[in-house]
T-cell receptor, first 114, second 118 residues
Framework: EAAVTQSPRSKVAVTGGKVTLSCHQT?????MYWYRQDTGHGLRLIHY???????EKGDIPDGYKASRPSQENFSLILELASLSQTAVYFC?????????????FGAGTRLSVL | AQKVIQVWSTTSRQEGEKLTLDCSYK???????LFWYKHLLSGEMVLLIR??????AIERSGRYSVVFQKSRKSISLVISTLQPDDSGKYFC???????????????FGDGTVLTVKP
């Protein structure tokens, strides 16, 4: 059974609208991450969190907010969606640094902004 | 400059063949790990191999293994006896720990799309 679950699996949004992508993990992991993947490219880190009620900026945070209300849940928020944010978004979780830095990914959310 | 470089963006092979996917990386950190992930058509990202440069053991998992050349900063994924189900996108990734900030970072290559023909 999937330990990292993303919802929705796909979404079409209008430019300027608000989009919330949700992620739930049952791995009991401290760390959670949001990545985006663009066609033909690798994954780039948007935001991450290592504890509930706290989030950190990744490599490309502009235009995105994140929320970690509990250890299990991590949301990515696009307050004003733009065409350039069309991409596939992956959520992942991992245990604490050092011993376990292996990421476990969700199945991805395909977002199209029109 | 890219930290993780996968030269091939796409490749195609016949069922039963052996394939090597190349990956090179750049890092100045002492502590780092290397990963190979497979992106399935269903959307899942599946971990295939994790290699820790601090060990000399070469990781293997089923039909997957790596050729790791630490001095050349190169880690290649080897898939033996290819099957059509091996089709998908393969990502090489570098995880580094920066001691000055005690934070880690995972950087992905652009990926290689593999098609295995029956």
């Amino acid at each position: 059974e999937a330990a990292v679950t993303q919802s929705p699996r796909s979404k079409v949004a209008v430019t300027g609208g608000k989009v919330t992508l949700s992620c739930h993990q049952t791995n009991n992991h401290d760390y959670m991450y949001w990545y985006r993947q663009d066609t033909g490219h690798g994954l780039r880190l948007i935001h991450y969190s290592y504890v509930a009620d706290s989030t950190e900026k990744g490599d490309i945070p502009d235009g995105y907010k994140a929320s970690r209300p509990s250890q299990e849940n991590f949301s990515l928020i696009l307050e004003l969606a733009s065409l350039s944010q069309t991409a596939v978004y992956f959520c992942a979780s991992s245990d604490a640094w050092g011993r376990q830095n292996t990421l476990y990914f969700g199945a991805g959310t395909r977002l199209s902004v029109l | 400059a890219q930290k993780v470089i996968q030269v091939w963006s796409t490749t195609s092979r016949q069922e039963g063949e052996k394939l090597t996917l190349d990956c090179s990386y750049k890092t100045s950190q002492v502590l780092y790990h290397l990963f190979w992930y497979k992106h399935l058509l269903s959307g899942e990202m599946v971990l295939l191999i994790r290699q820790m440069p601090s060990t000399i053991a070469i990781e293997r998992s089923g039909r997957y293994s790596v050729v790791f050349q630490k001095s050349r900063k190169s880690i290649s994924l080897v898939i033996s006896t290819l099957q059509p189900d091996d089709s998908g996108k393969y990502f090489c990734a570098l995880w580094e720990l920066a001691y000055n900030t005690n934070t880690g970072k995972l950087t992905f290559g652009d990926g290689t799309v593999l098609t295995v023909k029956p």
